[in-house]
């Protein structure tokens, strides 16, 4: 990078910088902390009435979360506190234990988190299959509702949720009108609020939904002088602390392990679903840093001890009050802290209005976040990932065993499930009109399926014509030598052979020793793409090796003989309907049911070495793409101006709502070439037409105000590089002259991007600004920056 230098006054600024930033994001801040506490209230109350823990137990954790959490952990606006995912853990901890060793428990879990963390283990946390996770979860929610409709309909809960199924039946025949009637008010504003209409609903609706459900019904039951139980806080003075942990080891160890799992999978996860959420709602500009997970998994540590040695419930991250958190624009960790400092005030001032809630109330809105945590979202993706029966029966053992057991269930169907799917392999072969034998080998080929792909290989008649398709990626080695033994075998006896599809090294088709070699005795390309043809028109005509002809596909097979190019595009075709298609179909019906939602507009060169989705790893439906020669972007009202650019750029921008844009160009390119070769009397073309909006680029690399770019700390190699790097830039600007892109620009809502492709090295830089000069990053090969 370019080096520069700072003055006294800059290293000022430097240091004063994260004060002013303090200051400035206080009042988002202060406003964001007061609606998570009005979240965090009732839910705090409902969690802790579920377990059967001391009510300000709830508050106690809550404070401790957003406190100590909130100042030592890793992802700044997360929320942490008492979590619908640990109730039922708790429930069943406070019955075996009692509450006073719960607490206990909950101390040494969070020694345990902290344990962790210093290991470093935090990302091993989150190798535990999405399914197994939503599973749990989704258990943990039926248990809740089951448990908390007891309480709505005026009973008592039992001990497990079979109990409680069973004890329905009596619950029914026995109704508490009154409590039914407050359960079912807070239900309704609970689910109608946020579906307020109107202007006076959209003031109403910055109220979150669960205090003004609460509210309601202890206002209803409170005017209608109604009698039921109520939230009974005691006197902090009676507040019970943690005591020795009493009972079997073995049994304290396994709770002390259930709460240290549960809490850190749910609490990274949330940090994790966080970080995604900030990254959609907001620019580069007003982003906080990325979640560091070993630091939350540290923090969580923290507030556990600190909550359980005063007296309260476990705590995780809590991904409702962190939602809540980052959409009223909190900027800071102190939004958390400060939402914990109210929830301490509230314990102690408000006491008296704390009391008035109505039991009922309290639990019809934990049973609705049980409801909630069987999510249908969670469902389709599990479906569409084929995990339905890893995902049903960790549902079925966590509400019939518990939640450590019905995890250990999940994970070993998940290991039965995969293990079953790497082994299962379909081998068919038929017999096609052309009289080409087709054998289609689907799956994974190991060891296990060898006796099949034998049996069905000694099918083919030994001088047949034999195609043979691998729809699979993996092959060991025992399978490939059986492979490539009966190949051998099947061509020495006059027969032919096409294999397509993947290699035990992952490549496609048959063994690069017999494929055609290339003009000057070098090897064409390995097969490394789906265009596996895509050197072919630079081999002789005929092979070296007798062999490869013989393993061609048969002229019977064979189209009739037509131009390399249309031959070359009817082979491809052919290629991708064969080996593609199958793979993608159902992605394209989805994207043609739709519609295209790009997140990015990409506007590049039309050379052919340019391959954008190779370069980007993207696939259908994630690039908008624009090429032309070039990449140029002409200004608006330029002379000889090409709408068909400004027309691209409007549409992505206003209409598919793109969240960036990138103008890429490239090494070596043809138009910069032109550009600089380029001389006042040269016949205008249409080309070079169209170059002359390339002709600011020119001007930017040789004006003095500007300086040159870098490669990774290098200057380009020669004047049409440093044409390539400038032209970028200048195209970046042109962007912001167009009135669509200057408008998302100011709202916060677009991004611009420059990227740079050296076509020789298969390397891909990133442009980066700087104060006045572009400097480029590398990325190595893991997508790494440099």
């Given at each position: 990078?370019?080096?520069?230098?700072?003055?006294?006054?800059?290293?000022?600024?430097?240091?004063?910088?994260?004060?002013?930033?303090?200051?400035?994001?206080?009042?988002?801040?202060?406003?964001?902390?007061?609606?998570?506490?009005?979240?965090?209230?009732?839910?705090?109350?409902?969690?802790?009435?579920?377990?059967?823990?001391?009510?300000?137990?709830?508050?106690?954790?809550?404070?401790?979360?957003?406190?100590?959490?909130?100042?030592?952990?890793?992802?700044?606006?997360?929320?942490?506190?008492?979590?619908?995912?640990?109730?039922?853990?708790?429930?069943?901890?406070?019955?075996?234990?009692?509450?006073?060793?719960?607490?206990?428990?909950?101390?040494?879990?969070?020694?345990?988190?902290?344990?962790?963390?210093?290991?470093?283990?935090?990302?091993?946390?989150?190798?535990?299959?999405?399914?197994?996770?939503?599973?749990?979860?989704?258990?943990?929610?039926?248990?809740?509702?089951?448990?908390?409709?007891?309480?709505?309909?005026?009973?008592?809960?039992?001990?497990?949720?079979?109990?409680?199924?069973?004890?329905?039946?009596?619950?029914?025949?026995?109704?508490?009108?009154?409590?039914?009637?407050?359960?079912?008010?807070?239900?309704?504003?609970?689910?109608?609020?946020?579906?307020l209409p109107g202007r006076t609903g959209r003031a109403l609706r910055r109220v979150p939904a669960a205090l003004a459900a609460v509210a309601t019904a202890t206002a209803f039951a409170a005017l209608a002088g109604l009698s039921l139980p109520r939230v009974d806080l005691p006197s902090w003075r009676s507040h019970a602390l943690p005591e020795l942990p009493e009972?079997?080891?073995?049994?304290?160890?396994?709770?002390?392990?259930?709460?240290?799992?549960?809490?850190?999978?749910?609490?990274?996860?949330?940090?994790?679903?966080?970080?995604?959420?900030?990254?959609?709602?907001?620019?580069?500009?007003?982003?906080?840093?990325?979640?560091?997970?070993?630091?939350?998994?540290?923090?969580?540590?923290?507030?556990?001890?600190?909550?359980?040695?005063?007296?309260?419930?476990?705590?995780?991250?809590?991904?409702?009050?962190?939602?809540?958190?980052?959409?009223?624009?909190?900027?800071?960790?102190?939004?958390?802290?400060?939402?914990?400092?109210?929830?301490?005030?509230?314990?102690?001032?408000?006491?008296?209005?704390?009391?008035?809630?109505?039991?009922?109330?309290?639990?019809?809105?934990?049973?609705?976040?049980?409801?909630?945590?069987?999510?249908?979202?969670?469902?389709?993706?599990?479906?569409?990932?084929?995990?339905?029966?890893?995902?049903?029966?960790?549902?079925?053992?966590?509400?019939?065993?518990?939640?450590?057991?019905?995890?250990?269930?999940?994970?070993?169907?998940?290991?039965?499930?995969?293990?079953?799917?790497?082994?299962?392999?379909?081998?068919?072969?038929?017999?096609?009109?052309?009289?080409?034998?087709?054998?289609?080998?689907?799956?994974?080929?190991?060891?296990?399926?060898?006796?099949?792909?034998?049996?069905?290989?000694?099918?083919?008649?030994?001088?047949?014509?034999?195609?043979?398709?691998?729809?699979?990626?993996?092959?060991?080695?025992?399978?490939?030598?059986?492979?490539?033994?009966?190949?051998?075998?099947h061509l020495a006896h006059g027969g032919s052979v096409q294999v397509t599809g993947r290699r035990a090294d992952g490549s496609q088709h048959s063994d690069p020793a017999r494929r055609t070699p290339q003009r000057g005795g070098h090897q064409c390309c390995r097969p490394w793409t789906p265009w596996q043809n895509h050197c072919d028109h630079r081999a002789d005509?005929?092979?070296?090796?007798?062999?490869?002809?013989?393993?061609?596909?048969?002229?019977?097979?064979?189209?009739?003989?037509?131009?390399?190019?249309?031959?070359?595009?009817?082979?491809?075709?052919?290629?991708?309907?064969?080996?593609?298609?199958?793979?993608?179909?159902?992605?394209?019906?989805?994207?043609?049911?739709?519609?295209?939602?790009?997140?990015?507009?990409?506007?590049?060169?039309?050379?052919?070495?340019?391959?954008?989705?190779?370069?980007?790893?993207?696939?259908?439906?994630?690039?908008?793409?624009?090429?032309?020669?070039?990449?140029?972007?002409?200004?608006?009202?330029?002379?000889?101006?090409?709408?068909?650019?400004?027309?691209?750029?409007?549409?992505?921008?206003?209409?598919?709502?793109?969240?960036?844009?990138?103008?890429?160009?490239?090494?070596?390119?043809?138009?910069?070439?032109?550009?600089?070769?380029?001389?006042?009397?040269?016949?205008?073309?249409?080309?070079?037409?169209?170059?002359?909006?390339?002709?600011?680029?020119?001007?930017?690399?040789?004006?003095?105000?500007?300086?040159?770019?870098?490669?990774?700390?290098?200057?380009?190699?020669?004047?049409?590089?440093?044409?390539?790097?400038?032209?970028?830039?200048?195209?970046?600007?042109?962007?912001?002259?167009?009135?669509?892109?200057?408008?998302?620009?100011?709202?916060?809502?677009?991004?611009?991007?420059?990227?740079?492709?050296?076509?020789?090295?298969?390397?891909?830089?990133?442009?980066?600004?700087?104060?006045?000069?572009?400097?480029?990053?590398?990325?190595?090969?893991?997508?790494?920056?440099?």
């Amino acid at each position: 990078m370019t080096a520069t230098s700072r003055t006294p006054a800059a290293d000022e600024e430097i240091r004063t910088t994260p004060r002013k930033q303090a200051r400035k994001d206080l009042p988002a801040d202060l406003s964001a902390s007061v609606a998570v506490f009005l979240i965090a209230l009732p839910l705090s109350l409902g969690i802790a009435l579920a377990t059967g823990a001391p009510l300000q137990a709830g508050l106690v954790a809550a404070a401790a979360g957003g406190i100590v959490a909130g100042r030592l952990g890793g992802a700044p606006l997360q929320v942490s506190g008492p979590a619908a995912g640990l109730t039922v853990v708790t429930a069943e901890l406070i019955q075996h234990y009692g509450w006073r060793t719960t607490c206990a428990i909950t101390v040494l879990a969070g020694f345990c988190q902290l344990g962790l963390a210093l290991l470093r283990t935090a990302r091993s946390a989150l190798m535990v299959s999405p399914a197994i996770v939503h599973g749990m979860l989704a258990g943990i929610g039926v248990t809740i509702a089951l448990a908390q409709l007891h309480i709505v309909l005026g009973g008592t809960p039992q001990s497990s949720a079979v109990a409680n199924v069973l004890g329905l039946p009596g619950q029914l025949a026995d109704l508490h009108p009154v409590a039914l009637g407050v359960s079912v008010l807070t239900l309704v504003v609970l689910l109608g609020w946020p579906r307020l209409p109107g202007r006076t609903g959209r003031a109403l609706r910055r109220v979150p939904a669960a205090l003004a459900a609460v509210a309601t019904a202890t206002a209803f039951a409170a005017l209608a002088g109604l009698s039921l139980p109520r939230v009974d806080l005691p006197s902090w003075r009676s507040h019970a602390l943690p005591e020795l942990p009493e009972g079997p080891v073995l049994g304290i160890i396994a709770a002390v392990l259930t709460i240290t799992l549960v809490g850190s999978v749910e609490s990274l996860l949330s940090a994790v679903a966080t970080d995604k959420l900030i990254s959609s709602e907001r620019g580069t500009g007003n982003r906080p840093p990325r979640a560091d997970l070993n630091r939350e998994l540290r923090g969580q540590g923290a507030a556990n001890i600190v909550s359980g040695a005063l007296g309260g419930l476990p705590i995780t991250g809590v991904a409702v009050r962190s939602v809540a958190n980052v959409k009223a624009g909190a900027a800071s960790r102190k939004s958390a802290m400060l939402h914990g400092f109210w929830v301490m005030l509230a314990a102690g001032l408000l006491v008296p209005v704390l009391d008035l809630i109505p039991l009922a109330a309290l639990a019809a809105l934990v049973m609705a976040v049980g409801v909630q945590m069987v999510s249908i979202t969670h469902l389709r993706s599990v479906t569409r990932h084929r995990e339905i029966p890893v995902y049903a029966t960790t549902i079925v053992a966590v509400v019939l065993g518990g939640v450590l057991e019905g995890v250990a269930i999940g994970i070993a169907v998940a290991v039965a499930l995969a293990l079953h799917r790497l082994a299962r392999t379909r081998i068919t072969v038929e017999q096609l009109d052309t009289g080409v034998h087709r054998v289609w080998a689907r799956g994974q080929l190991t060891f296990l399926a060898v006796p099949r792909l034998s049996r069905v290989l000694n099918q083919i008649p030994h001088d047949g014509r034999a195609v043979v398709e691998l729809d699979g990626s993996f092959m060991d080695h025992a399978a490939y030598e059986t492979l490539r033994d009966w190949q051998d075998s099947h061509l020495a006896h006059g027969g032919s052979v096409q294999v397509t599809g993947r290699r035990a090294d992952g490549s496609q088709h048959s063994d690069p020793a017999r494929r055609t070699p290339q003009r000057g005795g070098h090897q064409c390309c390995r097969p490394w793409t789906p265009w596996q043809n895509h050197c072919d028109h630079r081999a002789d005509d005929t092979p070296a090796d007798p062999a490869a002809a013989t393993a061609a596909v048969p002229a019977a097979a064979a189209p009739a003989p037509r131009r390399r190019g249309a031959g070359q595009l009817a082979n491809g075709i052919s290629a991708f309907q064969r080996d593609t298609a199958p793979h993608v179909r159902d992605e394209l019906a989805r994207l043609a049911r739709e519609g295209q939602r790009p997140s990015q507009l990409f506007l590049t060169c039309a050379d052919s070495r340019l391959v954008t989705s190779m370069i980007t790893a993207s696939g259908p439906g994630d690039l908008f793409t624009v090429r032309n020669v070039g990449n140029l972007v002409p200004l608006p009202g330029a002379e000889s101006t090409d709408d068909s650019v400004a027309a691209a750029i409007e549409y992505a921008v206003d209409v598919l709502k793109v969240d960036s844009i990138t103008v890429c160009g490239h090494s070596g390119c043809g138009a910069m070439q032109a550009l600089l070769n380029s001389s006042p009397g040269t016949p205008l073309t249409p080309l070079r037409r169209w170059l002359r909006h390339g002709l600011p680029s020119l001007e930017r690399m040789a004006s003095r105000h500007h300086a040159w770019a870098r490669i990774s700390g290098r200057l380009p190699a020669d004047a049409v590089e440093q044409l390539c790097l400038t032209n970028i830039v200048q195209q970046l600007e042109h962007l912001r002259a167009h009135e669509s892109v200057a408008r998302r620009l100011a709202e916060g809502t677009l991004e611009l991007h420059g990227m740079y492709f050296h076509v020789g090295e298969a390397q891909a830089y990133l442009l980066s600004e700087g104060e006045d000069f572009f400097d480029c990053r590398v990325f190595d090969t893991v997508g790494q920056n440099a």
